[in-house]
């Protein structure tokens, strides 16, 4: 990644970075710390959404 990360990104580069991050996710353990924070984020919330079913309350 370019130096400067902090600076603004552009939607259309925010979609593509949140792309990558699904099509090659790796467990928490497993991430590079250098990646873009938008990866992380991206990364975190596929963990979320495959939590086991039991977590959720049920009706």
Do not use: C
Not at 25 to 47: A, L, S
């Amino acid at each position: 990644m370019q130096s400067g990360q902090a600076n603004e990104i552009d939607f259309i580069e925010e979609l593509k970075l949140r792309r990558w991050a699904r099509e090659n996710y790796v467990p928490h353990t497993q991430r590079n710390e250098t990646w873009h924070p938008i990866i992380h984020d991206e990364m975190g919330r596929k963990d979320h959404e495959h939590r086991p079913e039991s977590r959720r309350a049920t009706p």
